[in-house]
């Protein structure tokens, strides 16, 4: 099955932007349903007030992803007030959607990990310290151990650090994809302006068409050949 990562972001925006990308993020949802396509949230950035996101990351998965993700990319434009600021003179607000690099979890292979034992340490005295009953499971691609001394059984440690490790080696993957969403991010922080894929209008955020019909262009030339007739009158 095919995935996207994307990023929607209000870059070094205002307040205003958060918002937009609030807006954004619903109306892009609600077409990734249309489409068939599933979604997982990995990250969402909340905003400096009520109902704005900062940064909103989603992982997109099915066959047409490739092709929807294209109708997006881009700059994203509103057209409107701002919801924040009443007499604020500004009526364009820009955001930022973007495809992200990948950094793919790997699952952990029981043939990669390998296990010492090694005595258990505790309180002298105790059966526990007078047997190699402590297991450490490495995993040998990424150099990853743990130690696991919870039972006197060496059997019932081993499962306990094959456990433990996949834990771990998991939880070292998941940091890494949220550092490379974060470095991604910094990147993207100055959102492009102009020629934006899509155009939104009004706080009810319907969308604006965008008409370039010839026969529009011909009407609006029409209309001032006979603006000018007038004035010459």
């Given at each position: 099955m095919n995935q996207k990562?994307?990023?929607?972001?209000?870059?070094?925006?205002?307040?205003?932007?958060s918002w937009v990308v609030a807006q954004v993020q619903k109306v892009?949802?609600?077409?990734?349903?249309?489409?068939?396509?599933?979604?997982?949230?990995?990250?969402?950035?909340?905003?400096?007030?009520n109902g704005t996101i900062q940064s909103v990351t989603i992982k997109l998965q099915g066959k047409e992803v490739k092709s929807f993700i294209m109708n997006w990319l881009g700059s994203v434009q509103w057209i409107g007030?701002?919801?924040?600021?009443?007499?604020?003179?500004?009526?364009?607000?820009?955001?930022?959607?973007?495809?992200?690099?990948q950094l793919h979890t790997q699952k952990i292979d029981e043939r990669d990990i390998s296990f010492q034992t090694?005595?258990?340490?505790g309180p002298g005295g105790q059966n526990v310290n007078k047997v190699n009953s402590a297991v450490r499971a490495i995993h040998k691609p990424t150099g990853t151990n743990v130690v696991a001394m919870d039972s006197r059984s060496q059997h019932q440690n081993r499962k306990i650090?094959?456990?433990?490790?996949?834990?771990?080696?998991?939880?070292?993957?998941?940091?890494?994809?949220?550092q490379s969403l974060s470095d991604q991010w910094e990147n993207h922080l100055n959102v492009k302006r102009g020629n934006p894929t899509r155009i939104f209008k009004g706080t009810?955020?319907?969308k604006e068409k965008n008409t370039k019909t010839y026969k529009n262009k011909r009407n609006q030339l029409k209309k001032?050949?006979?603006?000018?007739?007038?004035?010459?009158?």
């Open positions: 990562i994307i990023q929607i972001t209000a870059g070094r925006g205002p307040v205003e932007c892009f949802l609600g077409e990734v349903k249309q489409t068939g396509l599933t979604y997982t949230v990995i990250q969402r950035i909340q905003g400096t007030e007030t701002s919801t924040f600021r009443k007499y604020h003179k500004r009526k364009n607000w820009f955001i930022g959607i973007y495809e992200l690099d090694m005595r258990s340490s650090a094959v456990e433990r490790l996949k834990d771990k080696v998991l939880e070292i993957q998941l940091e890494k994809l949220k009810d955020f319907k001032e050949l006979q603006n000018e007739l007038k004035n010459k009158q």
